[in-house]
């Protein structure tokens, strides 16, 4: 069985830290490319960053960049978003995905919410 469970969501200040970790379980991990994506009520969902398959590329929505850090972790079928400086613009619910060009996968999503 497929499971992706993204965990570390929560309130936290502007400015502030948050580190999200997604576990995967049931596919060969590191043959799917990881990547997060995020949500926000009556919005689509949209790209946030994107690791390849042995860790060596990543991708990030332009919002992101330099704030973010994708990484990943093979042994572990982890992969981690560990996002600094936040502001409120980065309220949304976080997903988790995974793909190798025939199957896509997602978790059930995590809740940030930057907030003062």
């Known amino acids: 069985q497929v499971q992706l469970v993204e965990s570390g969501g929560g309130l936290v200040q502007p400015g502030g830290p948050l580190r999200l970790s997604c576990v995967a379980s049931g596919f060969p991990f590191s043959t799917y490319v990881m990547s997060w994506y995020r949500q926000v009520p009556g919005k689509e969902r949209e790209f946030v960053a994107e690791i390849s398959r042995a860790g060596r590329t990543t991708t990030y929505e332009d919002s992101v960049k330099g704030r973010f850090t994708i990484s990943r972790d093979n042994a572990e079928n982890t992969v981690s978003l560990q996002m600094n400086n936040l502001s409120p613009e980065d309220t949304a619910v976080y997903y988790c995905?995974?793909?190798?060009?025939?199957?896509?996968?997602w978790g059930q999503g995590t809740q940030v919410t930057v907030s003062s």
């Open positions: 995905n995974a793909k190798n060009g025939i199957r896509r996968y």
